[in-house]
């Protein structure tokens, strides 16, 4: 398999260039572990590559085993238990009040907290 990053940094993987190691496992170059490790902001260190190029490879080898299960008979699910709405009654409830809320605040106008702009316009 084929590692491949879109335009994104989304990682793509190209069946076509589908290559096993011996053992089985996804072929992963160690352009394609610098590559991900960038996209991911990890630094990985030189006596920790190889280990890394044997965790990748099994990793896709796995998620490569998972995309030819054969789900045809297999009901889509969203959850894995029955259940339904689990939210709570929408009831009014002793808060805050608005000078409480506002008694710490470094600034306040008119009864609101009062932050710095963070947008132009």
């Given at each position: 398999?084929?590692?491949?990053?879109?335009?994104?940094?989304?990682?793509?993987?190209?069946?076509?260039?589908?290559?096993?190691?011996?053992?089985g496992g996804?072929?992963?170059?160690?352009q394609d572990?610098?590559?991900?490790?960038?996209?991911?902001?990890?630094?990985?260190?030189?006596?920790?590559?190889?280990?890394?190029?044997?965790?990748?490879?099994?990793?896709?080898?796995?998620?490569?085993?998972?995309?030819?299960?054969?789900?045809?008979?297999?009901?889509?699910?969203?959850?894995?238990?029955?259940?339904?709405?689990?939210?709570?009654?929408?009831?009014?409830?002793?808060?805050?009040?608005?000078?409480?809320?506002?008694s710490n605040?470094?600034?306040?106008?008119?009864?609101?907290?009062?932050?710095?702009?963070?947008?132009?316009?």
């Open positions: 398999m084929r590692i491949s990053f879109d335009t994104c940094g989304a990682i793509c993987y190209n069946d076509s260039d589908m290559t096993k190691k011996d053992g996804m072929k992963v170059t160690e572990l610098t590559t991900t490790a960038h996209l991911s902001r990890l630094t990985i260190p030189a006596e920790e590559k190889e280990e890394a190029l044997k965790t990748l490879g099994d990793f896709l080898t796995y998620v490569d085993n998972l995309s030819n299960v054969d789900t045809e008979h297999v009901h889509p699910t969203t959850y894995a238990l029955p259940i339904e709405n689990v939210f709570r009654a929408d009831e009014v409830r002793p808060s805050l009040s608005n000078e409480a809320a506002l605040a470094p600034l306040a106008e008119d009864g609101y907290f009062k932050v710095p702009k963070v947008l132009e316009g």
